[in-house]
């Protein structure tokens, strides 16, 4: 029977990643896989995590399972970092997932088992597994514009354009803040306008908080989420622990559900268990307790939060340099965006040739797409690559 399954497309990033491991040349740069990694390459555990650990270590007496939708305090925590002042427990349903991407893959089968009709509306462009999740579940999708090659910015009018046709019982898939794969954001004006159109539809939003922190902060990444759940009254939100908090391997994310009444809250909640139930049936403790422990501990939060502090100002110091370089050597502004832009990637707007241009002459890795993480960069390769961009006619 098994003979009988058919090949599957490799997916992109990895073979990329397996394409860099197996080159011999010395000096090449992987700004592929969308990992943090500080400047001698390495993605390190921070130092409240290792902490956290250590106080569980000295603490646990049980490996017995854990909430069917997670701990508690978990959520709580989770609930209180996106949200903040806005977060409503009793309308609130939390569900504790295998990282941000089965955050996404419950998010959208509890969609479906409320509106089985449902159309999912995604920018174009979006994570690649977006989309591949919704083909594999057979779902609707439907883009919208989002990124403007000529500006390297949001095409914000085409944006509105597009989500206003999404009906009610539709989901709008929203990045809630350094947008993968562009790097481009909406302004909170923009995320306001937003919030209009999806009062007028009756659309429900979706919004993948992946990388809040990373950004312009951890309260400025979330004002957009929070300006949405504070203006509609049904919002999903799946969140990411694996980069701010740096626990990749650990599989840790959450999905909150805000509810327009405690009853619909209630209901929710238990389509959620179900969810966990027949997809792993309990969630992974670990990872989740690492985070409770640190938001929950005063002298670890502060700590999490400086070095969160300071992994987000080398990022932007690491935008500021390539951008001051590829401005000296291409004798333009075109590149200025980079710096604009916010998060681990941007999106250079080069064509396919080009980006494979830059692998075989300069041993520089990219997504096809051009999509570089600027966390795969360093002080001494941010040179390296303006020229090498600049060389290759980009």
Same mark, same amino acid.
């Given at each position: 029977?098994?003979?009988?399954?058919?090949?599957?497309?490799?997916?992109?990033?990895?073979?990329?990643?397996?394409?860099?491991?197996?080159?011999?040349? #010395?000096?090449?740069?992987?700004?592929?896989?969308?990992?943090?990694?500080?400047?001698?390459?390495?993605?390190?555990? $921070?130092?409240?995590?290792?902490?956290?650990?250590?106080?569980?270590?000295?603490?646990?007496?049980?490996?017995?399972?854990?909430?069917?939708?997670?701990?508690?305090?978990?959520?709580? *925590?989770?609930?209180? /970092?996106?949200?903040?002042?806005?977060?409503?427990?009793? /309308?609130?349903?939390?569900? +504790?997932?295998?990282?941000?991407?089965?955050?996404?893959?419950? +998010? &959208?089968? &509890?969609?479906?088992?409320?509106?089985?009709?449902?159309?999912?509306? %995604?920018?174009?462009?979006?994570?690649?597994?977006?989309?591949?999740?919704? !083909?594999?579940?057979?779902?609707?999708?439907?883009?919208?514009?989002?990124?403007? !090659?000529?500006?390297?910015?949001?095409?914000?009018?085409?944006?509105?354009?597009?989500?206003?046709?999404?009906?009610?019982?539709?989901?709008?898939?929203?990045?809630?803040?350094?947008?993968?794969?562009?790097?481009?954001?909406?302004?909170?004006?923009?995320?306001?306008? %937003?919030?209009?159109?999806?009062?007028?539809?009756?659309?429900?939003?979706?919004?993948?908080?992946?990388? #809040?922190?990373?950004?312009?902060?951890?309260?400025?990444?979330?004002?957009?989420?929070?300006?949405?759940?504070?203006?509609?009254?049904?919002?999903?939100?799946?969140?990411?622990?694996?980069?701010?908090?740096?626990?990749?391997?650990?599989?840790?994310?959450?999905?909150? +559900? #805000?509810?327009?009444?405690?009853?619909?809250?209630?209901?929710?909640?238990?389509?959620?268990?179900?969810?966990?139930?027949?997809?792993?049936?309990?969630?992974?403790?670990?990872? +989740?307790?690492?985070?409770?422990?640190? &938001? !929950?501990?005063?002298?670890?939060?502060?700590?999490?939060?400086?070095?969160?502090?300071?992994?987000?100002?080398? $990022?932007?110091? /690491?935008?500021?340099?390539?951008?001051?370089?590829?401005? *000296?050597?291409?004798?333009?502004?075109?590149?200025?965006?980079?710096?604009?832009?916010?998060?681990?990637?941007?999106?250079?707007?080069?064509?396919?040739?080009?980006?494979?241009?830059?692998?075989?002459?300069?041993?520089?890795? $990219?997504?096809?797409?051009?999509?570089?993480?600027?966390?795969?960069? !360093?002080?001494?390769? %941010?040179?390296?690559?303006?020229?090498?961009? %600049?060389?290759?006619?980009?």
């Amino acid at each position: 029977m098994l003979g009988n399954l058919k090949p599957q497309a490799p997916d992109k990033i990895l073979a990329l990643m397996g394409e860099f491991k197996a080159d011999p040349r #010395q000096g090449k740069i992987d700004l592929g896989v969308g990992v943090y990694k500080d400047a001698d390459g390495h993605t390190p555990i $921070m130092r409240a995590v290792l902490e956290a650990e250590r106080r569980m270590l000295d603490s646990e007496t049980t490996k017995t399972y854990s909430a069917l939708s997670g701990e508690p305090d978990f959520l709580k *925590a989770m609930g209180e /970092l996106v949200l903040g002042a806005g977060y409503k427990p009793e /309308l609130t349903a939390g569900l +504790a997932t295998v990282g941000g991407t089965g955050a996404i893959r419950q +998010a &959208l089968e &509890l969609a479906r088992m409320a509106n089985p009709d449902l159309r999912i509306f %995604v920018s174009d462009p979006t994570w690649p597994n977006h989309v591949s999740i919704m !083909n594999f579940m057979g779902l609707p999708v439907e883009t919208y514009r989002y990124f403007d !090659n000529a500006t390297r910015g949001v095409d914000f009018e085409g944006m509105k354009t597009d989500i206003a046709r999404a009906k009610k019982g539709d989901v709008v898939l929203l990045h809630g803040c350094c947008h993968n794969p562009t790097g481009a954001n909406l302004t909170i004006e923009e995320w306001a306008e %937003v919030a209009d159109i999806l009062e007028k539809t009756g659309a429900l939003p979706l919004i993948d908080l992946a990388y #809040q922190g990373f950004g312009d902060g951890l309260e400025a990444d979330a004002a957009g989420t929070r300006l949405i759940a504070s203006r509609i009254p049904e919002v999903l939100i799946a969140a990411s622990c694996s980069k701010n908090f740096g626990i990749y391997r650990e599989r840790t994310g959450c999905l909150l +559900a #805000q509810c327009k009444d405690a009853a619909t809250r209630d209901l929710t909640q238990g389509a959620m268990a179900f969810l966990n139930r027949q997809t792993y049936s309990f969630p992974p403790f670990h990872g +989740a307790k690492i985070v409770a422990t640190v &938001l !929950n501990s005063p002298d670890l939060r502060a700590d999490w939060m400086a070095e969160l502090e300071e992994v987000r100002g080398g $990022m932007l110091r /690491l935008r500021e340099q390539l951008a001051s370089e590829l401005r *000296a050597l291409s004798g333009s502004d075109r590149f200025d965006f980079i710096a604009s832009h916010r998060g681990m990637f941007s999106r250079l707007g080069a064509p396919a040739d080009k980006v494979q241009r830059l692998k075989e002459e300069f041993a520089i890795y $990219m997504v096809g797409d051009s999509r570089l993480n600027i966390a795969g960069l !360093n002080d001494s390769t %941010v040179p390296i690559l303006a020229r090498a961009i %600049v060389e290759a006619g980009i």
